[in-house]
């Protein structure tokens, strides 16, 4: 099997422009649903307190786009060691579904294994599961279905890899988008959506010398596994 070439400067660098334009339109999504309800919850409590937490995390996450961007001035990665488990954790302790409010919620389980460091972009990575994590709950918010994020080691001969699954009970994607349009940018199921998810994630893992594989039916729900290599930095 050929060797995947190394990401060059041009493509990280559009990658970061998928993932500014994807943050950009999940942080005015949410902004719409405080404006929409304002009125009605202003004297309510646990809604002020919601609201001032979003702001918070609105100017924090523009202080770190910003940040990002300028230091990305000759595209490159900055890699440490990761804890993927605590990105895991982060991810859905921010994890939003797009118009919960008519939908019940979907119900998450987690089966978290203890792993190895990785080394990796903290900020990409969580980004990355970031997106996957919420389309799975998008695909389950109308009925109130359910979503499971499991961690594991994988060793295959050599190849010493932590893999990430995030499995939901949606109704699923057809064999020929998963194969010809799942992984192309502006190539959506969602009738909100912008198509940049699953793309950014596949990007940002490549960079990463890792893969994303996506299993999916119609009406059986879909399992996405991120995988990512345990291997000093390069």
Do not use: C
């Amino acid at each position: 099997m050929p060797a995947r070439p190394r990401p060059t400067k041009r493509r990280l660098r559009s990658t970061m422009e998928s993932v500014l334009l994807h943050d950009m339109r999940n942080m005015g999504f949410r902004l719409g649903l405080v404006l929409e309800n304002f009125e009605e919850n202003f004297e309510d409590p646990d809604f002020k307190r919601s609201v001032v937490e979003l702001l918070q995390g609105t100017r924090e996450k523009l202080d770190t786009m910003v940040s990002r961007w300028t230091a990305h001035a000759d595209s490159i990665l900055i890699k440490v060691e990761v804890d993927v488990n605590d990105l895991v954790r982060e991810v859905l302790r921010v994890a939003r579904v797009r118009g919960a409010a008519g939908n019940r919620p979907p119900g998450v389980t987690t089966e978290l294994a203890p792993l190895p460091r990785v080394w990796g972009d903290p900020h990409y990575l969580q980004d990355a599961l970031l997106s996957i994590v919420q389309n799975a709950l998008e695909a389950v918010a109308p009925a109130g279905g359910r979503v499971i994020v499991r961690s594991h080691e994988e060793r295959r001969g050599r190849k010493h890899t932590v893999v990430v699954e995030i499995e939901d009970d949606g109704p699923g994607m057809s064999e020929e988008f998963v194969r010809n349009r799942l992984f192309r940018p502006f190539q959506t199921t969602k009738p909100e959506g912008v198509g940049l998810g699953l793309y950014t994630s596949s990007q940002i893992l490549l960079f990463h010398r890792g893969d994303l594989v996506v299993k999916s039916r119609p009406g059986e729900g879909t399992l996405v596994r991120a995988i990512l290599p345990v291997e000093a930095p390069s």
